[in-house]
């Protein structure tokens, strides 16, 4: 397995949501950074996390 060690990820991706990360194409990537500040704001005692994030673009928020 070629793990690259030099990826920067969000500070709402935790370990074991790191693969998902990955996985998504660049404009799946921007949309979960562009709500990131929204679900913050709305959510604040939430913990931000990628299913957070994601559940809120798939629901609305």
Known sequence: MNVNTHT???????DV???????????????VLDAADYVRAEYPDEQLSLGLIGTVLTFGG
């Open 17 to 31: 949501e790191r693969h998902a990360w990955d996985e998504m194409s660049q404009g799946e990537r921007q949309k």
């Open 8 to 14: 920067t990820y969000p500070d709402f991706v935790a």
